[in-house]
């Protein structure tokens, strides 16, 4: 149940009524004082004023003093009379309490229109301030335009001014040119008088040069020049070519081709394929020194393959490969000498380990690819699978395209396909 | 865009013409108000358009139709009189032009197996001393002088050895032309090389390889003893070589800049003042730069030889006027500040380099 405060004095004049309410003992902030046109509540729990107005007043304007323990009230009114009463006498408690939801409405909605005033008077402001940069902004662009501009003028100016002057010169010089033409072509005259027989058609031809002041007199007169600078300037210089190399390729490439990564990769294959030796000593103890090695055996089996003996250079590769299994040129000699022998079979087999050893594919490794692509082509064809060895032989022929012995094997190739296809 | 304090040279554009045809090369013709643009019609075949600066636009005065596109032209090699234009076109045919009879070539020699990228002409327009001469680079990996005067075959040749495989050579440019025998050709590879040949002893002078492709190649002038090189390349990086002072074993002292991150794609020095150049870029932007010699040019290493010293390279302005590169740049030789450019966007552009006396 709140406290009624029922003790305040109040006094009005025509246009404004002075209201004081005190309260003791309590903190007023403005947020317990409520006011509408016709309504006031001070509320200050457990503490309540209420207070029905007899007249509206001007809330806007009106204000509230607080005070030690007091609020002076000055309230505006609207209608400038004399109150009879402050509050409205016959107030029933229905009409209370409607007058007060009234008023709290009329409160809220007054809030409301503030703050969408507020809103408006921002965004207002914000374009305002836009536009003010925007035009501050366009006047420093148009300064550096025209600055610009007339630097642009001024070198305009001075081109046309310079191209008058080249022109003039170049009149000058044209006339200077026809005066001493002119002076040579009398000399000419003179000369040719001087001989008897001549009719007028030279002199007229003469004269026409004479007056046409065109690129027949350049011609003419610049030819005179030319012959004598022609004896100033030295004879062509006599012909010499100079050889030339370029910083070989390996390293430093050129860095937009740098295929460093693979070739650091082959080489390091490379490397251990040379160290590791997959020994199995137990039955090479009766071999001699150099029979382990398997270069030396790699060695034995060309000479043996370039005899015709067969068997031998097999025998000599496969103990070589059983001593280091990670040289991919034997297995492709190895398929050479498989494909003399007709074991086909065995020679793609080869081959086809030989390809898998020389990944990746570098410049250093392109001949031993093309000779293993060759020799499976071979092997697939002699087996009738024509397509297998097509396939071959145009990767061959995509790492060495100006081999012409591979051109000519694979036009061979697609004719037997085409030719089977047609049959069958 | 140019920036920078109230002295800095200011790179303006004056004026844009938009082209309908690829642009490869632009050049200014001597001792006019006119300029040249060459290059290569939609159709495959080649243009030369001549235009005059006229106010503030670019008025089209001739145009001339070619068989074959053309890359590249010089008027080093000519006289100022006849100024004849020679040309290298994407067939390998060397050709000169006399722009007022340019229906049959003066001279004409199919003078490389592959397009002609780079050409340079000296001894002409009365710069420098000796005989014209023309020097060319081509795809085919070889570099070729040619005079005038002598029909069909190259005054010099240099090209690679029996079964070495070939790399384009992709610019040329001649220097140290300072009385009539001296005569250098630098040429510079896609693989990084630069070789400088000398042709009065016909060898190979000098050779260093600068790891990327080499685009453009310029000494700072032809016609006297050699004194800097500038030669850009691949990846935003130029370097100017100090040719006073060649070292035995070291060759020539340089000064490295990575000045953008795309590739720079010419270099030209100014005419009238040898330490300022302009670099064009594969980002459609121009950088003029400034050379500042060191206190002492050469100095003597450990074992008594000399070698030079490079000096710096300081930055005065730049702008970017295209989203395409720049492939072309050529200085006016009469007017100060004026240049044109050519970019593949289709587009010349002549542009005005101010406060250049201020420098």
Same mark, same amino acid.
């Given at each position: 149940?709140?406290?009624?405060?029922?003790?305040?004095?109040?006094?009005?004049?025509?246009?404004?009524?002075?209201?004081?309410?005190?309260?003791?003992?309590?903190?007023?902030?403005?947020?317990?004082?409520?006011?509408?046109?016709?309504?006031?509540?001070?509320?200050?729990?457990?503490?309540?004023?209420?207070?029905?107005?007899?007249?509206?007043?001007?809330?806007?304007?009106?204000?509230?003093?607080?005070?030690?323990?007091?609020?002076?009230?000055?309230?505006?009114?609207?209608?400038?009379?004399?109150?009879?009463?402050?509050?409205?006498?016959?107030?029933?408690?229905?009409?209370?309490?409607?007058?007060?939801?009234?008023?709290?409405?009329?409160?809220?909605?007054?809030?409301?229109?503030?703050?969408?005033?507020?809103?408006?008077?921002?965004?207002?402001?914000?374009?305002?301030?836009? &536009?003010?940069?925007? #035009?501050?902004? $366009? *006047?420093? =662009?148009?300064?550096?335009? !025209? /600055?610009? +501009?007339? %630097?642009?003028?001024?070198?305009?100016?001075?081109?046309?001014?310079?191209?008058?002057?080249?022109?003039?010169?170049?009149?000058?010089?044209?006339?200077?040119?026809?005066?001493?033409?002119?002076?040579?072509?009398?000399?000419?005259?003179?000369?040719?008088?001087?001989?008897?027989?001549?009719?007028?058609?030279?002199?007229?031809?003469?004269?026409?040069?004479?007056?046409?002041?065109?690129?027949?007199?350049?011609?003419?007169?610049?030819?005179?020049?030319?012959?004598?600078?022609?004896?100033?300037?030295?004879?062509?210089?006599?012909?010499?070519?100079?050889?030339?190399?370029?910083?070989?390729?390996?390293?430093?490439?050129?860095?937009?081709?740098?295929?460093?990564?693979?070739?650091? &990769?082959?080489?390091? #294959?490379?490397? $251990? *394929?040379? =160290?590791?030796?997959?020994? !199995? /000593?137990? +039955?090479? %103890?009766?071999?001699?020194?150099?029979?382990?090695?398997?270069?030396?055996?790699?060695?034995?089996?060309?000479?043996?393959?370039?005899?015709?003996?067969?068997?031998?250079?097999?025998?000599?590769?496969?103990?070589?490969?059983?001593?280091?299994?990670?040289?991919?040129?034997?297995?492709?000699?190895?398929?050479?000498?498989?494909?003399?022998?007709?074991?086909?079979?065995?020679?793609?087999?080869?081959?086809?380990?030989?390809?898998?050893?020389?990944?990746?594919?570098?410049?250093?490794?392109?001949?031993?690819?093309?000779?293993?692509?060759?020799?499976?082509?071979?092997?697939?064809?002699?087996?009738?699978?024509?397509?297998?060895?097509?396939?071959?032989?145009?990767?061959?022929?995509?790492?060495?395209?100006?081999?012409?012995?591979?051109?000519?094997?694979?036009?061979?190739?697609?004719?037997?396909?085409?030719?089977?296809?047609?049959?069958? | 865009?140019?920036?920078?304090?109230?002295?800095?040279?200011?790179?303006?554009?004056?004026?844009?013409?938009?082209?309908?045809?690829?642009?490869?090369?632009?050049?200014?013709?001597?001792?006019?108000?006119?300029?040249?643009?060459?290059?290569?019609?939609?159709?495959?075949?080649?243009?030369?358009?001549?235009?005059?600066?006229?106010?503030?636009?670019?008025?089209?005065?001739?145009?001339?139709?070619?068989?074959?596109?053309?890359?590249?032209?010089?008027?080093?090699?000519?006289?100022?009189?006849?100024?004849?234009?020679?040309?290298?076109?994407?067939?390998?045919?060397?050709?000169?032009?006399?722009?007022?009879?340019?229906?049959?070539?003066?001279?004409?020699?199919?003078?490389?197996?592959?397009?002609?990228?780079?050409?340079?002409?000296?001894?002409?327009?009365?710069?420098?001393?000796?005989?014209?001469?023309?020097?060319?680079?081509?795809?085919?990996?070889?570099?070729?002088?040619?005079?005038?005067?002598?029909?069909?075959?190259?005054?010099?040749?240099?090209?690679?050895?029996?079964?070495?495989?070939?790399?384009?050579?992709?610019?040329?440019?001649?220097?140290?032309?300072?009385?009539?025998?001296?005569?250098?050709?630098?040429?510079?590879?896609?693989?990084?090389?630069?070789?400088?040949?000398?042709?009065?002893?016909?060898?190979?002078?000098?050779?260093?390889?600068?790891?990327?492709?080499?685009?453009?190649?310029?000494?700072?002038?032809?016609?006297?003893?050699?004194?800097?090189?500038?030669?850009?390349?691949?990846?935003?990086?130029?370097?100017?070589?100090?040719?006073?002072?060649?070292?035995?074993?070291?060759?020539?002292?340089?000064?490295?800049?990575?000045?953008?991150?795309?590739?720079?794609?010419?270099?030209?020095?100014?005419?009238?003042?040898?330490?300022?150049?302009?670099?064009?870029?594969?980002?459609?932007?121009?950088?003029?730069?400034?050379?500042?010699?060191?206190?002492?040019?050469?100095?003597?290493?450990?074992?008594?030889?000399?070698?030079?010293?490079?000096?710096?390279?300081?930055?005065?302005?730049?702008?970017?006027?295209?989203?395409?590169?720049?492939?072309?740049?050529?200085?006016?030789?009469?007017?100060?500040?004026?240049?044109?450019?050519?970019?593949?966007?289709?587009?010349?552009?002549?542009?005005?380099?101010?406060?250049?006396?201020?420098?």
């Amino acid at each position: 149940m709140p406290v009624w405060l029922r003790e305040y004095s109040w006094r009005q004049t025509a246009s404004a009524v002075y209201l004081s309410l005190p309260l003791r003992g309590v903190r007023v902030t403005p947020a317990n004082i409520f006011c509408t046109d016709q309504y006031l509540k001070v509320s200050i729990p457990p503490f309540l004023f209420e207070a029905i107005l007899y007249a509206p007043i001007d809330d806007t304007n009106s204000t509230a003093k607080i005070g030690n323990g007091i609020i002076f009230f000055t309230l505006y009114k609207k209608e400038v009379a004399m109150w009879d009463s402050l509050t409205l006498a016959n107030a029933n408690k229905e009409n209370l309490q409607y007058l007060r939801e009234n008023a709290v409405l009329k409160a809220h909605e007054k809030a409301k229109e503030e703050t969408e005033a507020k809103k408006v008077t921002k965004q207002e402001h914000k374009k305002y301030a836009l &536009e003010a940069t925007m #035009k501050l902004e $366009e *006047a420093e =662009r148009k300064r550096i335009e !025209d /600055l610009k +501009e007339r %630097e642009r003028q001024r070198v305009t100016k001075e081109l046309e001014l310079w191209k008058k002057q080249q022109k003039d010169a170049e009149k000058q010089k044209r006339v200077q040119k026809e005066v001493e033409l002119h002076q040579e072509v009398e000399q000419l005259k003179e000369k040719k008088k001087e001989k008897m027989n001549k009719t007028r058609i030279p002199n007229e031809g003469t004269s026409k040069t004479r007056l046409k002041p065109t690129k027949g007199c350049h011609g003419s007169y610049s030819m005179f020049s030319e012959n004598l600078k022609e004896e100033q300037l030295p004879a062509p210089r006599s012909a010499a070519t100079i050889k030339i190399n370029f910083t070989s390729r390996v390293f430093p490439t050129a860095l937009r081709e740098s295929r460093i990564a693979e070739e650091e &990769e082959w080489l390091c #294959k490379q490397a $251990e *394929a040379r =160290r590791t030796v997959s020994a !199995d /000593l137990s +039955e090479l %103890e009766d071999l001699k020194e150099e029979e382990k090695n398997p270069d030396w055996l790699k060695d034995k089996g060309n000479k043996m393959f370039a005899t015709g003996n067969y068997l031998a250079a097999v025998n000599a590769y496969n103990l070589a490969v059983r001593l280091n299994n990670k040289l991919p040129l034997l297995y492709l000699n190895r398929a050479a000498c498989h494909l003399k022998l007709r074991n086909l079979h065995k020679a793609i087999e080869d081959s086809s380990k030989a390809l898998e050893l020389l990944t990746p594919p570098v410049p250093d490794n392109e001949n031993a690819r093309v000779k293993a692509y060759v020799r499976r082509g071979t092997a697939f064809c002699q087996l009738e699978l024509y397509t297998e060895g097509l396939q071959d032989y145009e990767a061959a022929l995509k790492i060495d395209p100006k081999n012409k012995t591979i051109e000519k094997d694979a036009e061979k190739i697609r004719h037997l396909i085409q030719g089977t296809t047609q049959d069958s | 865009m140019s920036s920078g304090g109230p002295e800095r040279p200011q790179l303006v554009a004056h004026v844009q013409q938009a082209l309908s045809y690829t642009l490869f090369d632009c050049k200014w013709v001597p001792r006019s108000a006119r300029l040249l643009c060459l290059g290569s019609a939609a159709r495959g075949t080649g243009l030369i358009q001549l235009y005059e600066l006229r106010g503030g636009r670019l008025a089209l005065l001739r145009e001339i139709e070619k068989a074959k596109p053309i890359k590249c032209g010089t008027f080093g090699a000519t006289s100022l009189q006849q100024r004849y234009l020679a040309t290298g076109d994407f067939g390998g045919n060397l050709n000169i032009w006399n722009l007022e009879a340019p229906e049959i070539p003066v001279y004409s020699v199919k003078g490389h197996k592959e397009i002609i990228n780079s050409i340079d002409g000296v001894g002409g327009l009365g710069i420098g001393e000796g005989a014209p001469e023309i020097v060319t680079g081509s795809r085919d990996g070889t570099v070729k002088v040619w005079d005038p005067r002598q029909k069909d075959t190259p005054v010099a040749n240099m090209e690679p050895v029996e079964g070495e495989s070939k790399r384009d050579c992709w610019t040329v440019a001649f220097g140290n032309a300072y009385n009539q025998e001296e005569r250098v050709v630098c040429a510079g590879y896609d693989n990084g090389d630069i070789k400088l040949f000398d042709l009065k002893t016909m060898s190979l002078r000098w050779e260093t390889n600068i790891k990327n492709g080499v685009c453009s190649v310029e000494f700072d002038r032809k016609d006297v003893n050699m004194n800097k090189l500038v030669a850009t390349s691949l990846e935003g990086k130029f370097h100017v070589f100090d040719m006073r002072t060649q070292h035995p074993t070291k060759g020539f002292a340089s000064v490295t800049e990575k000045a953008q991150k795309s590739t720079i794609w010419q270099v030209r020095h100014l005419p009238q003042n040898r330490d300022i150049f302009m670099t064009s870029g594969g980002a459609g932007s121009l950088h003029l730069w400034k050379y500042e010699y060191p206190a002492q040019r050469s100095k003597k290493d450990s074992e008594g030889a000399e070698m030079g010293v490079a000096g710096s390279v300081s930055l005065l302005q730049n702008v970017t006027l295209s989203t395409q590169p720049i492939s072309s740049l050529d200085w006016s030789p009469d007017k100060k500040g004026l240049c044109v450019c050519g970019a593949f966007d289709q587009t010349v552009r002549v542009l005005i380099v101010t406060k250049l006396n201020k420098v």
